[in-house]
């Protein structure tokens, strides 16, 4: 299967499962399932290709200037994970899907948990570096919605918090040293990046992209000191906890740290960093692991530690640590995925979690005891068990590091630290299964369906297969460690068995077990101790931490941000004139070279009526329905002047937007205010008009300076004009700009406008029902009402005009490419005539004549101008390429048709369905202030009197 | 003819910005859409001016004015009409829901906790 599809698969996969979701649960799962399979089985279609050594690349250019592509690789070590993550994803289905009740929102679930699987799958597919990024942050998001995935507990959205700002801080940081990587060799590609270890290693950035990329592992794969968080995610559901913790979210980290491990290890930086950390990390999450009294806990920090080991032998450089370390990942995910929904087996049914509320579960549950034993005797490393394997290697290998000079610091800490794994892995066993029946569980336990045990119970036969026949993975194994390391493998061949004869690691190991048994003999002294040593309790020092970030914020931001909108307007205003003087200042001026034009009286008329309608706007502003009168006056004035100077279409746009504007603010006026009062005081006036005059002057002088000039650079409007015709169809050069030229600007303003009108319709959605709706209800109008609501002579006018605007629109938009006109203006004026109607005829008599939702007018605008702009795909040109042709029926003139009239006619859709749509949610809120409703569009109607003259009564006008 | 439509766009964003830094609701969006108007006027002055002459290619006609500022501010009419009806309603809600048309809305200092 194609690499695309294989990434793609589970993020088209999670659609389905909320679709499915009415379905059943099952139906739910099932499908989830599916999806998984197909991309598991594609996965194996690849598998002959990874087993001849080759390498299956993908690629596509996505942003090639920038050093993105969407290139796939699939070698070794991404095939490795790629199999665990789709393989372990499939048993954690059938196991969440019995595992959540009914009261969960499974299709939800299941969708979070595919995006999940497909950020994974494309991290470990990812040939360029900056998608790996993308990829990584998306396992961030997806793994907080998994983990919060139970909204209504605090801990898990607190768990849910913490995961994504940790693991989100180590993607920032992460992304630092990927793009210091990318500059060092000059690609994002990681088979070039792989290809470059001189290089990198040499360069004077190379510590610096070193730290930041391992900041981005330690937190993913929860190193110390960024181990907290894992823990506290714990509060998901135990399918999230088996699935991240186990073999995936975690594992992302380690699988970084591997597929950089050509370039990093072997350098001393590398070595001291990763080996120290996960030494830490290893001992600290042991020892923490055996006094957790949750299950999930327990193994959270077991988690915490093995991935610590598992870093740890990264970290030493060697082949032979190379190979363990890959080894131990694929133990680790099926023991530990195993002991997860084995915890969560025995939550679900004995509704506690608590080892001290536990114990002699081993006759009450024997199918769960049996995969639980073996998964953490595994753990423990007992021999025949595939967690002695890898374990006996990691002490072999540690045995042979040197750290700090010390040749015995490394194999005590790795003994001491097995030794703890194994006391918890004990506890475990013993503590919960082993001991009296008891007959204080919550809820009486008995083996759960088998959906439930199954999947654990696939993974202990593993755990066993594996332990006893080693042979079995080892050239896999091999094949993935040999991947890790690049071209340069040396391994000594056959290494994996079970007996290696009396060796040092093996004396250690004996250690580990035996007193790993004796520390559990001494739990109660010990469990006693633990709890009175004062620990730092990091989940309390992360929030003081936080508090103290937003606390910083605030104190940055308040004094600026104060929430007072005068204030911001007022220093935006003054930096301006502040910026525009000093580029006045600072530049040159050239001579003025354009001759002034003169003027005759009647522009100078119009320039007075403008001018005196803005200052008349002023000082009576605050008579509120005045104002309105005036404003308009000064938008009409504004038309003319487009209409002297050149630009019909603008004068047509500018007239109907004016009426339209004026008729919202009136609008907006029946429930506003109808005056200001006087509230500021002179000086503060005062001072209001000196910036006011101060930002008019330089307005002033700017466009005086630049009408009087010439461009500097020589204009592209030439282009226009003379492509206008031939290129475009047209000959009105500003429409053809407008739907050919710059269709795609076009495109995005229908779409702005169209969400515009949403909004507002989204926002009265939210008045009418909220609590203001009480308010409009009970709402006493302030000024008195005229009582013919409906005056007839306007309805008939409307009604009668109606047609004749209709057809106007037409017009004008059939003639726009060629003369003034277009969708914009045509769509302006058939809203004007249809707004008319609901202002004479009432808002509900003109409503139920409306067949079609003005919101679906909008999208069938976008989608008509889409469409015709995906249509260019169609004949191989890009998006919005125009076309045109002339055709003639007789007996009528030749006339033009144009691709681009389509595109006009969505335009037209969308300015209709904007403009209705504001208006009409603003009349929706007038509608519920006055309850009186109209029955019939006019309220004196003498044909209604004529038809009513036979019934008893004659109704009449309110 | 320039020195009148200069100095109009002076005027249009004196009396804006005069409006705009009133307190409130109504008389700050009189004063954005005088800005509108303003904003509006100055691209379109861009294409530098000229009378009589409208970019509609014909035959007879030798110059024509600049028709790519006319293109660009005829979208941001239709725009801005947008951009005033969204603000006209959240002011509208503001009102409704507050009985108070203030533009300005100081942050009170003790509700800035960190929400748990």
């Keep these: 299967m194609s690499l695309f599809l294989l990434v793609a698969l589970p993020f088209f996969g999670a659609l389905l499962p909320g679709i499915m979701n009415s379905a059943g649960r099952s139906a739910c799962a099932g499908v989830t399932f599916t999806v998984s399979l197909a991309a598991f089985v594609g996965l194996l279609t690849n598998l002959p290709a990874i087993l001849a050594g080759q390498t299956v690349m993908a690629r596509i250019d996505w942003m090639p200037e920038l050093g993105l592509n969407f290139t796939l690789m699939l070698d070794g070590l991404g095939f490795f994970f790629a199999l665990l993550i789709l393989g372990i994803g499939m048993l954690i289905i059938v196991y969440g899907r019995n595992y959540l009740s009914r009261e969960d929102n499974m299709g939800e679930f299941f969708t979070y948990l595919l995006l999940f699987q497909g950020a ?5 597919m990812s040939d360029n570096i900056l998608l790996l990024l993308v990829f990584w942050e998306l396992t961030s998001l997806a793994s907080f919605l998994l983990i919060g995935y139970w909204k209504h507990l605090a801990e898990g959205r607190q768990g849910a918090r913490m995961a994504l700002t940790v693991t989100g801080m180590g993607g920032l940081s ?43 592992c330690f937190t993913k794969s929860a190193q110390f000191p960024f181990h907290f968080w894992l823990p506290h995610a714990m509060a998901a559901p135990t399918p999230v906890s088996a699935y991240l913790h186990s073999a995936t979210m975690v594992k992302a980290g380690i699988f970084l740290m591997a597929r950089m491990w050509p370039v990093f290890s072997g350098t001393p930086e590398w070595f001291y960093l990763v080996t120290s950390a996960g030494l830490i990390t290893m001992v600290l999450g042991a020892v923490i692991a055996l006094f957790k009294h949750d299950l999930k806990s327990l193994l959270a920090f077991s988690t915490v530690s093995h991935l610590g080991l598992i870093t740890m032998l990264l970290g030493t450089g060697t082949a032979f640590g190379a190979l363990a370390a890959v080894f131990h990942i694929l133990n680790h995910a099926t023991f530990k995925a195993a002991l997860f929904m084995s915890a969560g087996i025995v939550d679900h049914e004995a509704h506690t979690r608590d080892i001290r509320r536990l114990g002699g579960l081993r006759h009450l549950m024997p199918v769960t005891f049996t995969i639980a034993t073996v998964a953490a005797l595994s753990m423990a490393g007992i021999p025949l068990l595939n967690g002695f394997l890898s374990k006996e290697m990691m002490l072999e290998e540690a045995h042979h590091t040197v750290l700090f000079g010390s040749h015995w610091l490394v194999p005590v800490m790795a003994t001491v630290g097995s030794l703890f794994s194994a006391a918890y892995c004990f506890r475990f066993i013993g503590h919960t ?11 009486k336990p008995h083996d759960p369906n088998a959906g439930m045990w199954l999947p654990p119970a696939l993974l202990a036969v593993l755990v066993v297969v594996i332990g006893v026949a ?14 890790v390391m690049g071209d340069a493998a040396v391994l000594k061949t056959k290494y994996i068995k079970i007996w290696h004869g009396l060796t040092p690691a093996l004396y250690m190991s004996l250690i580990a077990v035996f007193g790993g048994l004796a520390v559990l003999m001494l739990f109660k002294p010990l469990s006693k101790i633990w709890e009175t040593t004062p620990r730092p309790e990091a989940k309390v020092i992360f929030e003081a931490m936080i508090a103290a970030f937003v606390r910083l914020s605030q104190v940055l931001t308040h004094p600026l941000h104060n929430g007072s909108f005068t204030r911001y307007a007022m220093i935006g205003v003054i930096a301006m004139i502040a910026a525009g003087y000093h580029a006045y200042a600072t530049g040159t001026v050239a001579a003025p070279v354009r001759a002034i034009q003169s003027a005759g009286p009647v522009p100078i008329a119009g320039w007075a009526m403008l001018v005196a309608a803005t200052c008349g706007l002023v000082i009576m502003h605050r008579q509120r329905l005045l104002a309105l009168i005036l404003i308009g006056i000064v938008g009409l004035m504004v038309s003319v002047g487009f209409v002297y100077l050149s630009a019909p279409d603008l004068a047509m746009t500018q007239f109907t937007v004016e009426v339209v504007t004026i008729i919202l603010l009136l609008l907006a006026l029946n429930f506003l205010p109808n005056q200001t009062p006087v509230e500021s005081t002179t000086l503060r006036r005062t001072r209001d008009a000196v910036v006011s005059v101060a930002a008019g002057l330089a307005t002033f002088g700017l466009a005086y300076h630049y009408l009087l000039r010439d461009f500097i650079d020589p204009s592209i409007s030439e282009f226009h004009l003379a492509n206008s015709y031939k290129g475009g169809g047209g000959t009105n050069v500003v429409n053809v700009i407008l739907v050919d030229f710059r269709g795609f600007d076009t495109f995005g303003e229908i779409i702005v406008l169209g969400i515009a009108a949403l909004l507002i319709y989204a926002l009265t959605e939210a008045l009418l029902n909220g609590p203001v709706r009480r308010r409009l209800l009970n709402r006493v109008p302030d000024q008195p009402r005229s009582g013919d609501m409906h005056p ?26 060629n003369e003034p006109g277009g969708g914009f203006i045509a769509g ?71 691709t681009a009239a389509l595109f006009d006619l969505g335009v037209f859709l969308a300015v209709v369905g904007a403009v209705m749509l504001s208006l009409e949610s603003f009349s929706r809120l007038a509608r519920r202030a006055d309850s009186a409703e109209n029955e019939h569009p006019m309220d004196i109607d003498p044909s209604r009197a004529v038809s009513a003259e036979g019934s008893t009564d004659m109704k009449e006008g309110n | 003819m320039e020195l009148l439509v200069a100095s109009a766009i002076g005027v249009l964003t004196t009396a804006g910005v005069y409006l705009t830094l009133r307190l409130r609701t109504f008389p700050v969006i ?18 530098r001016l000229t009378i009589g002459a409208p970019p509609i290619l014909s ?38 829901g507050s009985d108070d048309d203030h533009v300005d809305d100081p942050i009170e200092a003790a509700g800035s906790e960190v929400r748990k």
């Design chain 1, 433 to 443: 299964f082993l001991g009296p029946v008891r007959d204080d569980y919550p809820h």
């Design chain 1, 120 to 124: 994974m799958v494309g991290i470990v």
């Design chain 2, 30 to 47: 009189l004063g954005m859409s005088l800005l509108t108007y303003a904003v509006n006027v100055f691209l379109f002055a861009s294409g």
């Design chain 1, 470 to 483: 080693p042979f079995l993975v080892q050239d896999f194994v091999f094949l993935v460690a040999k991947a």
């Design chain 1, 828 to 898: 302006l004026i058939v809203s004007i005539a249809v707004v008319m109607q609901y202002m004479a005829s009432g808002f509900s008599w003109a409503s139920a004549r409306l067949k079609y939702p003005y919101h679906g007018v909008i999208g069938a605008g976008v989608l008509v101008a889409g469409l015709t702009g995906i249509g260019s795909w169609f004949v191989g040109k890009p998006f919005l390429t125009s076309d045109f042709t002339y055709v003639r029926i007789p007996p009528f003139y030749k006339f033009e048709l144009a």
């Design chain 2, 59 to 96: 035959d007879g006609a030798t110059t024509y004015t600049d028709p790519l500022p006319q293109a660009l501010v005829l979208t941001a009419i239709v725009i801005s009409f947008g951009m005033t009806a969204v603000v006209v309603m959240i002011s509208l809600g503001a009102y409704l």
């Design chain 1, 792 to 817: 007839m002579m306007m309805v008939v006018v409307t009604r009668v005009i109606m047609p004749v605007v209709l057809l106007v629109g037409f017009y004008i938009f059939l003639r726009g490419h």
């Design chain 1, 174 to 216: 992460m992304i630092g040293g990927m793009l210091i990587l990318g500059q060092i060799v000059g690609s994002y590609d990681l088979s070039v990046i792989l290809q470059n270890r001189e290089a990198i290693q040499a360069d004077p950035m190379f510590l610096p992209a070193l730290i930041l990329i391992l900041l981005g």
